[in-house]
């Protein structure tokens, strides 16, 4: 099956700072997306994006769909972008990734 | 617009009770429904996938007569755990996808499952 890897695993980031989290995947898909996790378990659902780039405020997303790899950007962190960050691909049903976990301090 | 509700969010019950969660698409008709678990500090896994109307088709592992999934219509998904016991303990996430595969899937917020 495909096998999907985030990077890093942890985060750690003063408030202010940018970030990029980047998601590997093993084989074709056509789909993808990027959550949010906050504290109480909710999946925000921040990006489709099984090509091309989106942005929303200050995150935005690009996939190189022919290079297996989707990245996704937070400028201007604020502590309320702190939790766990997934991304999810597949053809037909998803697979998530591990997730990184992102704490941004005040 | 693509609501997805699930109710409940939270259930406490004893060991050998059966506990139903429901999963409803508000706002658009959901043709394929999928069930997720989620340990603490992990990812979520995929349990099944059902069709409205078919069998759910369930990932390695899982066991169908444990965890039983019906799709009677295009806006409802149960999922029913029978005879649970602490280990089924866990985060069950149901996510809805109307059309084809290459549509995104949008997600319930969860139920917390502790089985005493």
């Known amino acids: 099956g495909i096998q999907v890897e985030q990077s890093p695993p942890d985060l750690i980031l003063q408030e202010g700072a940018n970030s990029t989290l980047r998601c590997n995947f093993s084989?074709?898909?056509?789909?993808l997306q990027w959550f949010h996790q906050n504290p109480w378990g909710q999946l925000i659902n921040l990006f489709y994006?099984?090509?091309g780039t989106k942005q929303n405020g200050r995150l935005s997303a690009t996939t190189v769909a022919t290079e297996r790899y989707s990245l996704l950007y937070i400028s201007s962190s604020q502590t309320t972008d702190s939790g766990v960050y997934f991304c999810?691909?597949?053809?037909?049903?998803?697979?998530f990734g591990q997730g990184t976990t992102l704490q941004v301090k005040p | 617009g693509a609501v997805v509700s699930q109710h409940p969010s939270r259930v406490i019950c004893k060991s050998g009770t059966s506990v139903k969660i429901e999963c409803r698409s508000l706002?658009?008709?959901?043709?394929?429904m999928f069930w997720y678990r989620q340990f603490p500090k992990q990812s979520l896994m995929l349990m099944a996938t059902?069709?409205?109307?078919?069998?759910?088709?369930?990932e390695q592992g899982v066991e169908k007569d444990k965890f039983l999934i019906n799709h009677a219509s295009l806006t409802l998904s149960t999922l029913t755990v029978t005879s649970a016991h602490p280990e089924d303990s866990s985060f069950y996430i149901c996510?809805?996808?109307?059309?084809?595969?290459?549509?995104?899937?949008?997600f319930g917020d969860g139920t917390r499952l502790s089985i005493l």
């Open positions: 996510s809805a996808r109307a059309g084809t595969a290459n549509q995104p899937q949008h």
């Open positions: 084989d074709s898909v056509n789909n």
């Open positions: 994006i099984p090509s």
């Open positions: 999810a691909v597949g053809t037909g049903k998803l697979i």
């Open positions: 706002d658009f008709q959901a043709t394929t």
């Open positions: 059902s069709n409205e109307g078919s069998k759910a088709t369930y």
